[in-house]
């Protein structure tokens, strides 16, 4: 992503760049919703001569993620003169621009969410509420990344065959990931299950 960002910027192909920003946030905001403090401001700085970057604190993170969503948003709207937009290479929302600020945007109301109780958020998020129509609305907005051409539920992760369809017969789940994903683990994610148990693991055939 920050490879798109660099040379997509450098290119003025905006929107590229727009788009690697708000998947880079959307990435870094998992990270720090797992694991807390992980690396952010040295981050990805090996050639530069930071070969074991620096942990920051999470609290600390969420406002750049915020500040980089709005300069991916910006960035998509950056009217720049001939410059290509994506397509069909853009596996997520086949270069609908309105479905990617959508996106962006309701992340930010997803990072305000989860900071409400530490700071006060109240003026962020009632202005992404007024304006509904910025926010996704609807499934065919998902902000979902397909594993596959169809679409359908039987779209499923790669690892559904070795999984299911052969018994198991080539790899078995790991049971400590499949306690974290069930919300069983006492330090990890505790009682949050995850909703991709079922595409990941049971067979959904009738």
């Given at each position: 992503l920050d490879v798109i960002i660099k040379q997509g910027t450098a290119e003025t192909r905006y929107v590229y760049?727009?788009?690697?920003k708000i998947l880079k946030a959307y990435t870094f905001s998992i990270l720090v919703d797992v694991y807390g403090d992980c690396p952010y401001s040295?981050?990805?700085q090996f050639e530069s001569g930071t070969k074991q970057p620096k942990y920051d604190?999470?609290?600390?993170?969420?406002p750049q993620l915020i500040a980089l969503i709005d300069?991916?948003?910006a960035d998509i709207n950056n009217p720049a003169p001939?410059?290509?937009?994506?397509?069909?290479?853009?596996?997520?929302?086949?270069?609908?621009?309105?479905?990617?600020?959508?996106a962006a945007n309701t992340l930010k109301l997803k990072l305000y969410t989860q900071v409400r109780l530490v700071q006060n958020v109240t003026a962020q998020v009632t202005a992404l509420l007024a304006s509904p129509s910025t926010l996704i609305n609807s499934q065919a907005e998902s902000f979902m990344m397909p594993?596959?051409?169809?679409?359908?539920?039987?779209?499923?992760?790669?690892?559904?065959?070795?999984?299911?369809?052969?018994?198991r017969g080539g790899q078995l789940f790991s049971p400590w990931?499949?306690?974290?994903?069930?919300?069983r683990n006492p330090n990890i994610?505790?009682?949050s299950i995850d909703p991709r148990i079922p595409y990941y693991i049971y067979n959904q055939k009738t």
């Amino acid at each position: 992503l920050d490879v798109i960002i660099k040379q997509g910027t450098a290119e003025t192909r905006y929107v590229y760049a727009g788009i690697a920003k708000i998947l880079k946030a959307y990435t870094f905001s998992i990270l720090v919703d797992v694991y807390g403090d992980c690396p952010y401001s040295e981050f990805n700085q090996f050639e530069s001569g930071t070969k074991q970057p620096k942990y920051d604190q999470g609290k600390d993170i969420y406002p750049q993620l915020i500040a980089l969503i709005d300069q991916g948003i910006a960035d998509i709207n950056n009217p720049a003169p001939n410059a290509s937009k994506p397509g069909a290479d853009d596996y997520i929302y086949k270069g609908n621009t309105t479905n990617w600020i959508k996106a962006a945007n309701t992340l930010k109301l997803k990072l305000y969410t989860q900071v409400r109780l530490v700071q006060n958020v109240t003026a962020q998020v009632t202005a992404l509420l007024a304006s509904p129509s910025t926010l996704i609305n609807s499934q065919a907005e998902s902000f979902m990344m397909p594993f596959g051409p169809f679409g359908t539920t039987d779209d499923r992760h790669p690892a559904y065959g070795d999984y299911n369809a052969t018994q198991r017969g080539g790899q078995l789940f790991s049971p400590w990931l499949y306690e974290i994903m069930k919300g069983r683990n006492p330090n990890i994610l505790t009682g949050s299950i995850d909703p991709r148990i079922p595409y990941y693991i049971y067979n959904q055939k009738t």
